[in-house]
């Protein structure tokens, strides 16, 4: 099939076309030129969403899809693995919200694997998400587990980034701990349904008490969700909506677009780098050997393989 013709399928709805597409992309095919440049355009509503292992993340994003779904949105779904190797969908296959979407063709879902890759996250979920953007859908969700450098990746990505929390996890100290909070438009304590949600809220707020803005600065809201039963979404999504008029207001959206494009670039500036400059191992002999010193190591490398 014509490059064209795939972008035409997944425009129209097609899902394998789409995965075709992304495939493409991630693996830098010789088709990628052609399906970055045809596959362009739209305007989707980039949602990052992040927290720790089990605050229900994917649990939320199911409920998140319904929701959008009932005012026919088109959903994309990147599920990023920071410790997996392995790409294409099949970690997801087990997940809830597969079986609950599977079979709805305005809903697409993936995993997406950064390990491995050169570039990490910006490299290989950008130029998905751009895709997902290019072929028409109205909303897309890169979702990642809070392990290490991923939830601030994720937030140079998405327009609007939702930290999760749950009571009795620790979460509210660990966050500040981590300096996430600072990446989070929006708070949502999931599981308000245990006991302790209240005192998350409540610790939530004290943490931004502490925090001054400027007028006219985003505020971050506190949405509180029982997930597991989709309660507290639409409050949820109406949190979204505003964070993202008010990031069209102002330059704001302009500006986080920006960046976006410039860490997909840097990230792929870095790994291209990476490939044509290797370190060759007796040079790190010579080095470790005291032979040669790092300065005129790095000149060789530099030197010998440009
Ligand atoms: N009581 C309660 N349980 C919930 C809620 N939301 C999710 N759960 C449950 O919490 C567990 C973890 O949910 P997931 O959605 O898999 O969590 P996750 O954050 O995606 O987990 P990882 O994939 O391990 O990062 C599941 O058993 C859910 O059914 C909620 O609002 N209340």
Known sequence: MQVSDL?????????????????????????????????????????????????????????????????????????????????????????????????????????????????????????????????????????????????????????????????????????VKAGVVEIADVYVVNKADRPGADGTVRDLRALMSLVRREPGEWRQPICSTVASEAKGIDDLVAAITKHRDWLAGGDHLADKRRRRAEAEIRARVDAELRRRYTVPEALAEQVANGETDVATAVGRVLGDTA
Request: charged residues 20%; negative net charge.
């Open 7 to 175: 972008v035409a399928a997944a425009r129209a709805g097609d899902r394998r076309a789409t995965a075709r597409l992304i495939t493409a992309v991630e693996n830098s095919t010789a088709d990628a030129p052609e399906v970055a440049r045809l596959a362009t355009g739209g305007d989707a509503l980039i949602i990052g969403v992040t927290g720790s292992p089990g605050v229900g993340k994917s649990t939320l994003v199911s409920a998140l899809i319904t929701a959008w779904r009932e005012s026919s949105l088109r959903v994309g779904v990147l599920a990023v693995d920071p410790s997996s190797p392995f790409s294409g969908g099949a970690i997801l296959g087990d997940r809830v919200r597969m079986a609950d979407h599977a079979l709805d063709p305005g809903v697409y879902i993936r995993s997406v694997a950064t390990r491995g890759h050169l570039g990490g996250l910006a490299a290989t979920t950008g130029a998905a998400v751009r895709l997902l953007e290019g072929v028409g859908f109205d909303v897309v969700i890169v979702e990642t587990v809070g392990v290490g450098q991923a939830e601030v990746e994720i937030a140079a990505l998405a327009d609007t980034t939702l930290l999760l929390l749950a009571p009795g996890m620790g979460d509210g100290i660990q966050a």
